[in-house]
């Protein structure tokens, strides 16, 4: 870290290192940028702020700037301290330092290394003392306090999570400091105990969004406990949640969280207060010592000041409606800064008005001070409070002096954005322009970097560069847009002209070294060439079309061909190679342009002389030089690559050049050159912010400069000065500018440097002066005044009333006019003139084709209108008429593509839907193994619904079985027994056992006694048999409803049978009567809703082509049935003559008829006998026939009487066993819901048992927090205490030395006369006046009370000191004394003013080792409070948790009218009267009679009531019904017919299919069975085999068992003999190769048995995998 002055020693990073690196070097000249934060005094005439790599400091009454740069990076957290004018800053790096540096002399005094990875956010230094507050960013959010003096820690701590927006320290106390994040205020103080420090947290609770402050409510310790504890105790949410842990004492229900304010701003007060603003729009004040809260507000403002408040108001309100802005809020501002003085508050937000607020107690008054148009982003007052600045988001800096200022006076006006671009104005050595990417131009002064003048574009700008003919300045914008700026007044640039060229944004600018062309590149690899010089008006010379991607572009000027050199590096996307592309621009081109370029301004070919070059690598820039060497920045790999263009240097591939000399280089990401304009310097750059600068012959480093930082983003871009002694260089995102100069360089270069220039200004003399003399004479541009066609001066041409019709058929042309704008690009204007000409010369064709086409379409019309004219058969399609076969097709596919897009939609949909009713059935219909349904009475509205069961589980079948099993094991025992047999005994034991289930086949016997359930797993049990008793129970009524839907159904089925008869009886009695015919209900019968009918679906049914041609040969079979039948001569004539039947039957009696006679219409006197005869016999039948019709019709309606009334009596009697079941049902539900009441009581004893648990292991773990921190209280107690005693020793040995040297003033001075004596003892005792610092004597300043800290000792020595030595002086020297005596006089003196500060010291340091151990005694005594605080909870709550465990609660069943009386004394009888027996017994009997009428009308009204809620809910289960139909109608139509049934359709025989199917997995069962028998015999017959195996391996292990006997006897007798051979040695080696012999034998026979066992294992896989491939072998 070193001062922008002071250069490093060069390192080579990349290449060789030149023998003159030690000669040449940069330095910074100047440096210009604005970060928008950061900003601080370091004195009263001096502000500092960073920017980039840099830290500057202003002079504000010399404007004079002075650099500073961070050698490591960019500069990260910052902070100022005026007191000490040094300031603090961080690196943004891994592991980053914070630097402390003085000023004036700008020498580091210390860094500070801690533990943060990653970045500091927040530096502050304290007021008074050498402390230093950092706070650190992700992964540790640390806050530290350093004393920068000494380069210590002194303590830090953790805030996890925590992003801080703001940090400071209390001014009037340095141990206090506040944090602010954006949702959190923290207060910490630093206690402190000699060299011990502490940091500890005080969070303060800020209001809600309301701004009310809510007061803290404890819910880990509940202040009170409920007296009414039926339901239990009250525990806090935490235990009710089951939270246990560090979560319990925090957690929050989410009705408690309420959002509270946002702080934006904070400032402390002269009386330790806090000042906040929120977003909100409210302002708080904080108690630090309390921690307390107060919201402010603003006091009620008289009737005349608050109308011109609101008159005030209305003003700014409208003055930013006209300018576009958005109203700002006068009466209640959000507030962004703020800034305390001793008159009050002042304040501001984003609407850049600066407030002043005037605060007493909790109310304030506003007062507007300034506004100054912009946001203001910070307020900082001088040290000694006489200027306040404020500081905008746009870069400009105002004072303002209070409080007599009126307005706001501009200090500086930085850019209000990043710079983009800078270049150097001609001729180069004087001035340069920059430009930003707001569109703001400035003009700089090369020799200090003062702004000379700004002018705004209001357009966002892409390029910018200097002509070399001319005073003119280009500037390219991203709407396409090229300004042209004359500069010849530095002070006041204007803009003189503008072209828009196209909508593609102007990605650069290029002007050639002799001034005469400007190269704009755009987007889409379009290259305008113009004409630079301000006497042609810019004009607009043609434009070259690239097919790829334009990287860079580089311009070489011939002076002595004139002819210039342009080189395009081209992106190629198929391959990963670079593509240069060169033509040439010839003074041709402006003298006649239009032979050099086609219609549409194209230039050609030929004229430019267009080449293309494929290089070996990627390239990211390039740069050309004037003997055709390019150097190009590789992308693939760090170095700069060198190419010849020249045919000799191409690779075995003829179209591709290698490079010729790859010089290396340690920068990384990606980067770009730049060539001097003497060719004999290159400058790379890239995104790690270094410079290094080659010698182009030799490429070795000739300098480099890390200028800017990774962080950020690199460079931007960089040019060199004409004469060579200049470089601008600029960061991508640091907002820095900075000016590079040499600091030292051989004088060879600056003299070929020089030469160039003044070679080139000869050149460029003449035509400089001619074309500045243009460029002032061009009117200044105004956008009303701006014509469309004034960027093409050769040719202007009036707009043509009629339209034209133009199809682009070229996909390349841009579009003629601006999207936001009616302007007309120089490329529209173009296409227009193309366009118009082409109408003109082609007019003629085009009406003769618009006559054809006209007459072709009434030809098509007539053949249509003939087409319809014709018969259908002989019709043509529609489409046939169709010209464009491809369009038609195309709306085809269009059309096909969008119904397939809709069909999978559908499909889509169905699919969840499907899905969805899967998910329903499964859950709710198939996992019943009884489902619901219900059974329904005849006659009467009564319903009756069976109780819907899931199959019990096994697991739940198996904890059943486990609990009876206990149960079994628990009643064995003799006293339960006889317990029992009490319990059953006694006549109320129903009342006890409180339910009636054992009336309704319960088994209660099983269940526990409800006093005997104690533990929790006798409880647990008793809800399982509970729920089984329930289970059972529904059970059991579930087969008696069964039963009577079986009767319902034979009850249907036999009335069904019985209408049959009476249908027969009412044909015959010819009656049209409505038969009654009962079915079954889907409630009945739910299972018909998951059947869909045909008859449900409305809509038509979709039929493929076979299923039509299948449905059409049916009906056309049926048909010729029909007509088989009616042509057969046997069936019509017996039903001509005997009705179709051969026989009468008795039933068709009543339709029988006796033929009268043929001469039954003769008068009767004409009659004969013998017809008079055949008449009455004829009468005689009749009469005997209707006798008998008449008996048979008799007997007919008596059958269909007694039909009816059977049908009646059986129905009405199921109806009355439906009614019993109904009532059966009721009182089921009763014990059902006894049951349900003891399970509901038993949970809840569980779930408060959990609880209390719950609560008890989390007062533990609070406990044992407790206990260890007290542990930790004791231990710094105890060694606080032990630090006091040993400081008390020290301090009283001071004191004692100070006492001695007073002791030793008289002895030593015992020989002075007493008269000089005397004044030697006043003198002794006089102390000089300590002069205070001009700033805290300041009446001005708020702060001037601050207490000192112990750490200002020395400076306080150090002061008294430097005022001892004016009483040190020998004209303060008695009259008559001896030099030598005031010599050592002084010397005593001095050692007595030292003594008594040391003494001073040491108090103030005794007195905060007290209050420190004081403080830790609180804590302690806190801390033993709230474990005895715990201990009571504890000691409470198992007692809470021992009653409830024995207080259960037990459920009672009592009889109806039994009351309980609540107190059991026996009433007073001394009033009492004697009344007969009989008149009590008739009242009674009267008021029994009242209550029984009462009750039947009751009862009479309960069942009107229930009537009309029977048919409301009727009414409402009927549209329920509806809405239910029409879902399943819905679902009808929406239903997707499957392939399973097209097969059930399509299949003529779909029974046998499925038979033969099922026939087929038949046969290939019995296949796999017998091979499963095969295997089973095969590995019964293995079992046999290894049986065998096993006996003979038993055999053989005990013949081996004996020869171990023998072997073990032979082995002793060989041990004996060994050892008395004593041959041990001898033999050691032959062990020891027979033990390994052996092993080596084991560990052979191991490995075959496992490859044994291996190959048995693949043999049986073999055969499996054999079996399963080839089942049938």
């Known amino acids: 870290?070193?001062?922008?002055?002071?250069?490093?020693?060069?390192?080579?990073?990349?290449?060789r290192c030149c023998s003159s690196a030690e000669e040449a070097a940069l330095e910074v000249s100047w440096v210009q940028g604005f970060p928008k934060k950061n900003f601080d005094f370091i004195n009263n005439q001096t502000v500092c702020y960073p920017c980039g790599n840099y830290i500057l400091f202003r002079d504000i009454e010399t404007k004079e700037t002075t650099v500073l740069q961070c050698q490591t990076g960019q500069v990260g957290a910052f902070a100022a301290n005026t007191n000490s004018q040094v300031v603090a800053f961080s690196d943004r790096k891994l592991n980053p330092i914070i630097y402390i540096y003085t000023f004036p002399e700008l020498s580091k005094l210390a860094e500070l290394k801690g533990n943060t990875q990653l970045d500091y956010t927040l530096l502050a230094f304290s007021f008074t003392g050498p402390y230093l507050a950092s706070y650190s960013s992700i992964p540790e959010f640390v806050l530290s306090v350093w004393n920068w003096k000494e380069n210590i820690l002194l303590c830090s701590e953790s805030q996890p999570g925590i992003t801080a927006t703001?940090?400071?320290?209390?001014?009037?106390?340095?141990?206090?400091?506040?944090?602010?994040?954006?949702?959190?205020?923290?207060?910490?103080?630093?206690?402190?105990?000699?060299?011990?420090?502490?940091?500890?947290?005080?969070?303060?609770?800020?209001?809600?969004?309301?701004?009310?402050?809510?007061?803290?409510?404890?819910?880990?310790?509940?202040?009170?406990?409920?007296?009414?504890?039926?339901?239990?105790?009250?525990?806090?949410?935490?235990?009710?949640?089951?939270?246990?842990?560090?979560?319990?004492?925090?957690?929050?229900?989410?009705?408690?969280?309420?959002?509270?304010?946002?702080?934006?701003?904070?400032?402390?007060?002269?009386?330790?207060?806090?000042?906040?603003?929120?977003?909100?729009?409210?302002?708080?004040?904080?108690?630090?010592?309390?921690?307390?809260?107060?919201?402010?507000?603003?006091?009620?403002?008289?009737?005349?000041?608050?109308?011109?408040?609101?008159?005030?108001?209305?003003?700014?309100?409208?003055?930013?409606?006209?300018?576009?802005?958005?109203?700002?809020?006068?009466?209640?501002?959000?507030?962004?800064?703020?800034?305390?003085?001793?008159?009050?508050?002042?304040?501001?937000?984003?609407?850049?008005?600066?407030?002043?607020?005037?605060?007493?107690?909790?109310?304030?008054?506003?007062?507007?001070?300034?506004?100054?148009?912009?946001?203001?982003?910070?307020?900082?007052?001088?040290?000694?409070?006489?200027?306040l600045l404020l500081v905008t988001d746009q870069g400009a800096v105002y004072t303002y002096k209070p409080p007599d200022s009126e307005e706001a006076v501009k200090l500086l006006d930085a850019c209000s954005g990043y710079f983009l671009a800078a270049d150097f104005l001609a001729p180069g050595n004087k001035y340069c322009v920059s430009v930003a990417t707001s569109g703001e131009v400035q003009v700089w002064f090369l020799e200090d970097g003062t702004c000379l003048s700004k002018l705004n574009l209001n357009m966002e700008a892409t390029a910018v560069a200097c002509c070399p003919s001319s005073n003119s300045v280009a500037v390219g914008t991203k709407r396409g847009v090229i300004y042209f700026l004359d500069v010849t007044k530095v002070e006041a640039p204007r803009v003189v002209h503008r072209i828009f060229l196209s909508m593609f944004p102007v990605l650069s600018l290029h002007y050639d070294q002799s001034g005469q062309f400007l190269i704009a590149r755009a987007a889409e690899g379009y290259i305008f060439i113009l004409d630079a010089r301000p006497s042609k008006l810019f004009q607009v010379l043609g434009y070259v079309v690239l097919e790829d991607q334009v990287l860079d572009l580089s311009v070489v000027s011939d002076f002595e061909s004139n002819l210039v050199e342009v080189m395009v590096l081209v992106n190629v996307v198929e391959v990963q190679r670079a593509r240069l592309e060169t033509f040439c621009l010839c003074s041709a081109l402006t003298t006649d342009n239009d032979k050099c370029v086609n219609e549409r301004g194209i230039f050609n070919a030929n004229t430019i002389k267009r080449k293309q070059y494929d290089l070996d690598y990627p390239l990211s820039s390039a740069v050309r030089l004037k003997n055709n060497v390019v150097y190009g920045y590789c992308t693939c790999a760090p170095f700069i690559c060198k190419y010849h263009l020249s045919e000799e240097n191409m690779s075995e591939d003829l179209s591709v050049f290698s490079s010729t000399k790859r010089t290396p280089s340690n920068q990384f990401g990606s980067g770009f050159l730049c060539l001097s304009p003497n060719s004999r310097w290159l400058a790379s750059a890239a995104n790690d912010g270094v410079l290094i600068i080659y010698h182009t012959s030799t490429m070795d480093i000739l300098a480099q400069k890390h200028c800017h930082s990774y962080q950020g983003g690199g460079i931007r871009?960089?040019?060199?000065?004409?004469?060579?002694?200049?470089?601008?260089?600029?960061?991508?995102?640091?907002?820095?500018?900075?000016?590079?100069?040499?600091?030292?360089?051989?004088?060879?270069?600056?003299?070929?440097?020089?030469?160039?220039?003044?070679?080139?200004?000869?050149?460029?003399?003449?035509?400089?002066?001619?074309?500045?003399?243009?460029?002032?004479?061009?009117?200044?541009?105004?956008?009303?005044?701006?014509?469309?066609?004034?960027?093409?001066?050769?040719?202007?041409?009036?707009?043509?009333?009629?339209?034209?019709?133009?199809?682009?058929?070229?996909?390349?042309?841009?579009?003629?006019?601006?999207?936001?704008?009616?302007?007309?690009?120089?490329?529209?204007?173009?296409?227009?003139?193309?366009?118009?000409?082409?109408?003109?010369?082609?007019?003629?064709?085009?009406?003769?084709?618009?006559?054809?086409?006209?007459?072709?379409?009434?030809?098509?019309?007539?053949?249509?209108?003939?087409?319809?004219?014709?018969?259908?058969?002989?019709k043509l399609e529609q489409w046939e008429f169709n010209l464009d076969i491809e369009e038609q097709e195309r709306a085809q596919a269009k059309?096909?593509?969008?119904?397939?897009?809709?069909?999978?939609?559908?499909?889509?949909?169905?699919?969840?839907?499907?899905?969805?009713?899967?998910?329903?059935?499964?859950?709710?219909?198939?996992?019943?193994?009884?489902?619901?349904?219900?059974?329904?009475?005849?006659?009467?509205?009564?319903?009756?619904?069976?109780?819907?069961?899931?199959?019990?589980?096994?697991?739940?079948?198996?904890?059943?079985?486990?609990?009876?099993?206990?149960?079994?094991?628990?009643?064995?025992?003799?006293?339960?027994?006889?317990?029992?047999?009490?319990?059953?005994?006694?006549?109320?034991?129903?009342?006890?056992?409180?339910?009636?289930?054992?009336?309704?086949?319960?088994?209660?016997?099983?269940?526990?006694?409800?006093?005997?359930?104690?533990?929790?797993?006798?409880?647990?049990?008793?809800?399982?048999?509970?729920?089984?008793?329930?289970?059972?129970?529904?059970?059991?009524?579930?087969?008696?409803?069964?039963?009577?839907?079986?009767?319902?159904?034979?009850?249907?089925?036999?009335?069904?049978?019985?209408?049959?008869?009476?249908?027969?009886?009412?044909?015959?009695?010819?009656?049209?009567?409505?038969?009654?015919?009962?079915?079954?209900?889907?409630?009945?019968?739910?299972?018909?809703?998951?059947?869909?009918?045909?008859?449900?679906?409305?809509?038509?049914?979709?039929?493929?082509?076979?299923?039509?041609?299948?449905?059409?040969?049916m009906a056309k079979l049926e048909m010729e049935r029909r007509l088989a039948d009616k042509n057969n001569d046997r069936l019509r004539a017996l039903d001509d003559m005997m009705g179709g039947v051969l026989e009468v039957k008795k039933e068709d009696i009543l339709k029988l008829d006796i033929p009268p006679p043929a001469f039954i219409s003769k008068p009767e006197h004409l009659l004969t006998d013998e017809e008079k005869k055949i008449l009455g016999k004829h009468e005689e039948k009749v009469k005997e026939l209707n006798e008998e019709k008449e008996k048979y019709r008799m007997a007919l309606q008596n059958e269909l009487k007694k039909l009816e009334d059977s049908i009646r009596e059986t129905t009405q009697h199921f109806d009355k066993t439906v009614c019993k079941l109904s009532e059966s049902k009721v009182k089921l539900e009763m014990v059902i819901y006894q049951e349900e009441l003891k399970i509901l009581n038993l949970v809840y004893a569980l779930l408060l048992d959990e609880e209390l648990d719950t609560r008890e292991a989390g007062l533990h773990n609070f406990l044992t927090k407790k206990q260890k921190e007290k542990v930790k209280t004791a231990g710094t107690i105890q060694a606080t205490e032990d630090k006091m005693e040993a400081y008390i020793d020290t301090y009283e040995n001071a004191i004692d030395e100070e006492k001695n040297l007073e002791y030793g003033f008289a002895k030593e001075f015992a020989d002075v006369p007493a008269n000089l004596l005397d004044e030697l003892n006043q003198l002794y005792r006089h102390r000089p006046k300590i002069p205070r610092t001009r700033m805290l004597l300041d009446s001005a300043n708020p702060y001037r009370d601050c207490s000192d800290s112990a750490e200002d000792y020395k400076d306080a020595l150090t002061t008294l000191m430097k005022a001892m030595d004016e009483l040190d002086s020998p004209e303060h020297m008695p009259d008559g004394l001896d030099p030598s005596i005031w010599e050592n006089f002084c010397l005593a003196r001095r050692n007595k003013v030292e003594s008594e500060e040391l003494v001073k010291w040491k108090a103030l340091t005794l007195t905060e080792m007290q209050g420190f151990l004081r403080r830790r005694l609180d804590d302690n005594e806190r801390i033993e409070s709230e474990i005895e605080d715990i201990f009571e909870e504890l000691t409470w709550l198992q007692e809470e948790k021992m009653k409830f465990q024995l207080n259960s609660i037990i459920q009672f069943l009592l009889k109806q009218g039994q009351v309980e009386l609540e107190s059991t004394e026996i009433p007073e009888y001394s009033d009492a009267i004697l009344i007969k027996k009989s008149v009590v017994e008739e009242l009674n009997c009267a008021i029994m009679y009242q209550g029984e009428k009462k009750i039947a009308s009751m009862v009479e009204y309960k069942d009107f009531s229930k009537g009309i809620f029977k048919l409301e809910w009727e009414h409402k289960k009927m549209r329920m019904q509806i809405e239910d139909l029409k879902q399943k109608a819905q679902d009808i139509v929406t239903l997707s017919i499957t392939k399973d049934r097209q097969l059930f359709l399509t299949v003529l025989n779909y029974n046998s299919r499925i038979a033969h199917h099922i026939s087929v997995m038949e046969q290939t069962l019995d296949i796999m069975d017998q091979l499963h028998k095969k295997k089973v015999k095969k590995r019964q017959k293995r079992m046999k085999e290894l049986e065998k195996c096993i006996r003979l391996k038993e055999q053989e292990n005990y013949e081996l068992s004996l020869e171990l006997k023998e072997m073990l006897v032979s082995v002793s007798e060989r041990r004996w003999i060994f050892k008395a051979a004593n041959t041990k040695h001898v033999s050691e080696k032959m062990a020891k190769q027979r033990h390994r012999e052996i092993l080596k034998e084991k560990y052979l026979r191991g490995l075959i048995k496992e490859q044994e066992e291996e190959f048995k294992i693949l043999q049986a896989e073999a055969q499996r995998l054999r079996s399963r491939t080839f089942p049938d072998l």
């Open 1 to 15: 870290m070193e001062p922008a002055g002071q250069e490093p020693r060069t390192e080579a990073l990349g290449g």
């Open 166 to 387: 703001s940090l400071s320290f209390n001014p009037m106390n340095w141990q206090q400091l506040c944090l602010v994040s954006e949702s959190s205020v923290t207060i910490w103080l630093i206690e402190r105990s000699n060299d011990e420090h502490l940091l500890k947290q005080n969070p303060v609770k800020l209001p809600d969004g309301q701004g009310s402050v809510n007061p803290h409510e404890e819910l880990f310790f509940p202040v009170s406990h409920s007296e009414d504890q039926y339901y239990g105790p009250d525990l806090p949410v935490s235990a009710i949640a089951g939270l246990v842990g560090d979560e319990a004492e925090t957690f929050l229900p989410r009705n408690y969280i309420k959002p509270s304010v946002h702080p934006t701003a904070h400032c402390w007060t002269e009386t330790a207060g806090v000042y906040i603003s929120c977003e909100e729009g409210y302002v708080l004040t904080i108690n630090a010592e309390t921690c307390s809260v107060s919201v402010l507000q603003q006091k009620p403002l008289p009737e005349r000041i608050r109308k011109i408040s609101d008159v005030v108001s209305y003003v700014h309100k409208e003055v930013q409606k006209k300018k576009g802005g958005k109203p700002k809020d006068l009466q209640n501002p959000v507030l962004s800064s703020l800034a305390f003085c001793k008159d009050g508050l002042y304040a501001t937000g984003s609407g850049g008005i600066l407030f002043f607020y005037h605060i007493k107690d909790l109310q304030y008054e506003i007062k507007i001070c300034a506004d100054v148009l912009q946001p203001i982003t910070s307020l900082i007052f001088s040290p000694d409070y006489t200027v």
């Open 895 to 1113: 059309a096909e593509e969008e119904v397939a897009r809709v069909r999978k939609e559908i499909e889509m949909e169905n699919l969840a839907n499907r899905y969805l009713q899967d998910v329903i059935k499964e859950e709710c219909w198939d996992a019943m193994c009884v489902k619901g349904r219900a059974v329904k009475c005849f006659h009467m509205a009564c319903e009756v619904k069976n109780y819907p069961l899931k199959e019990r589980s096994e697991e739940e079948l198996e904890t059943l079985e486990k609990v009876l099993r206990l149960k079994k094991i628990d009643t064995a025992d003799p006293k339960v027994q006889e317990k029992n047999h009490e319990m059953a005994d006694d006549s109320a034991s129903y009342c006890l056992i409180g339910s009636l289930s054992s009336q309704y086949g319960g088994d209660t016997s099983v269940l526990y006694q409800q006093w005997d359930l104690q533990t929790r797993e006798q409880k647990v049990n008793q809800i399982i048999l509970l729920q089984d008793i329930i289970y059972k129970l529904k059970t059991a009524f579930n087969k008696e409803f069964d039963r009577v839907v079986r009767q319902k159904e034979q009850e249907i089925a036999r009335v069904k049978e019985r209408n049959l008869r009476i249908q027969e009886i009412l044909a015959q009695l010819e009656l049209q009567v409505e038969l009654w015919e009962p079915a079954l209900t889907d409630d009945e019968m739910p299972q018909r809703v998951l059947t869909v009918q045909d008859s449900e679906i409305k809509a038509e049914k979709h039929l493929t082509q076979q299923e039509r041609e299948k449905a059409e040969m």
């Open 717 to 874: 871009s960089m040019v060199f000065s004409l004469d060579g002694k200049f470089i601008l260089v600029n960061g991508k995102n640091d907002g820095a500018l900075v000016c590079l100069q040499w600091k030292k360089i051989k004088k060879t270069e600056v003299k070929e440097a020089d030469f160039h220039w003044q070679s080139l200004l000869a050149i460029l003399n003449m035509s400089t002066s001619n074309e500045n003399v243009a460029l002032q004479s061009m009117a200044e541009w105004q956008s009303e005044a701006e014509s469309t066609s004034g960027s093409l001066p050769e040719e202007k041409f009036k707009e043509e009333s009629s339209s034209v019709e133009v199809t682009e058929e070229d996909g390349n042309i841009p579009s003629l006019y601006s999207d936001s704008t009616n302007e007309m690009t120089w490329l529209g204007q173009k296409m227009k003139k193309v366009i118009r000409e082409e109408t003109q010369r082609f007019a003629n064709q085009k009406k003769e084709l618009q006559m054809g086409i006209k007459e072709l379409r009434k030809t098509i019309q007539n053949m249509m209108h003939e087409n319809e004219q014709v018969p259908d058969i002989e």
